[in-house]
T-cell receptor, first 112, second 111 residues
Framework: DVKVTQSSRYLVKRTGEKVFLECVQDMDHENMFWYRQDPGLGLRLIYFSYDVKMKEKGDIPEGYSVSREKKERFSLILESASTNQTSMYLC???????????FGPGTRLTVT | GQSLEQPSEVTAVEGAIVQINCTYQTSGFYGLSWYQQHDGGAPTFLSYNALDGLEETGRFSSFLSRSDSYGYLLLQELQMKDSASYFCAVRDNTGGFKTIFGAGTRLFVKA
């Protein structure tokens, strides 16, 4: 079974803090994604990566950066957290030969 | 711009059939996927259509018409456990495996 894990299920941070969200997949997938999910807005793509050290902006990259130093790990960084970044963050992965994305359990981030 | 439209909410009774529609407008198109998400859970993949026509997987079927930029998910013999949110998603062929999701349809199954 494909397993995608995220470092925290719940996280509370203060405005202005630097926040790291970690995602690890164990199936040697080339492609990894970070989404945020807000009620009524569905899943919105923040960044994705198709190879180590490669990254592409999604639809809402502002205020975020990413890092992919190893194939299995994709990190999302909030340089200076703001209250409008309070959301559910979902990581996903897929391989070049698959249609489906496999999602992690999500991290519910609250910025106060 | 890129957008996917699907109804926000659908209600049906146990044992019935329900259809969730999705229309899309994207700069590139590689295929249409459907995902299910229960409250508190992660989205899980249900089906994928790259070509026109109907794909059947047990009680769930998915249809695609590329000329109409339209697809639907058909759920038969509804069960209470089918109460969840359903997302259509377009895999874009203009930038790797970028996938755009719709806002989701909340399905309520009543006894």
């Amino acid at each position: 079974d494909v397993k995608v894990t995220q470092s925290s299920r719940y996280l509370v941070k203060r405005t202005g803090e630097k926040v790291f969200l970690e995602c690890v997949q164990d199936m040697d997938h080339e492609n990894m994604f970070w989404y945020r999910q807000d009620p009524g807005l569905g899943l919105r793509l923040i960044y994705f990566s198709y190879d180590v050290k490669m990254k592409e902006k999604g639809d809402i990259p502002e205020g975020y950066s990413v890092s992919r130093e190893k194939k299995e790990r994709f990190s999302l960084i909030l340089e200076s957290a703001s209250t409008n970044q309070t959301s559910m963050y979902l990581c996903a992965s897929t391989s070049d030969s698959l249609y489906e994305q496999y999602f992690g359990p999500g991290t519910r981030l609250t910025v106060t | 711009g890129q957008s996917l439209e699907q109804p926000s909410e659908v209600t049906a009774v146990e044992g019935a059939i329900v259809q969730i529609n999705c229309t899309y407008q994207t700069s590139g198109f590689y295929g249409l996927s459907w995902y299910q998400q229960h409250d508190g859970g992660a989205p899980t993949f249900l089906s994928y259509n790259a070509l026109d026509g109907l794909e059947e997987t047990g009680r769930f079927s998915s249809f695609l018409s590329r000329s109409d930029s339209y697809g639907y998910l058909l759920l038969q013999e509804l069960q209470m456990k089918d109460s969840a949110s359903y997302f259509c998603a377009v895999r874009d062929n203009t930038g790797g495996f970028k996938t755009i999701f719709g806002a989701g349809t909340r399905l309520f199954v009543k006894a």
